[in-house]
């Protein structure tokens, strides 16, 4: 091996490795969720996962709220972390 491979062999060992949070992140944020979202759904005395013809206000909150822990959990399995 001659010296400039080597030198760029510990170069980028030495550097600190930007890493994404990936698909583990990612799984256990959605668990989070989820786990929120039928703590809510429970809260207004309903269960999560039940189709009803028309939601009360309360499931369109928590509906909501769903989607916005859901959209957070897209920013940590992109956002890139050391």
């Known amino acids: 091996m001659n010296f400039k491979s080597l030198a760029l ?3 980028a060992a030495a550097a600190p490795q ?3 949070a ?3 992140a990612y799984g256990v944020c959605q ?3 989820n786990a929120l979202v039928v703590a809510c759904y429970a809260g207004a005395g309903f269960t999560f996962g039940v189709a009803l013809p028309l939601a ?8 909501v709220g769903l989607g916005t822990c859901m959209a ?3 920013a940590v399995a992109l956002a ?3």
């Open 9 to 11: 062999l510990l170069t």
């Open 18 to 20: 930007v890493v994404v």
């Open 22 to 24: 990936g698909p583990l």
């Open 31 to 33: 668990t989070g969720c």
């Open 56 to 63: 009360p206000p309360a499931i369109i909150a928590c509906n």
């Open 72 to 74: 957070g959990c897209a």
């Open 80 to 82: 890139p972390t050391l």
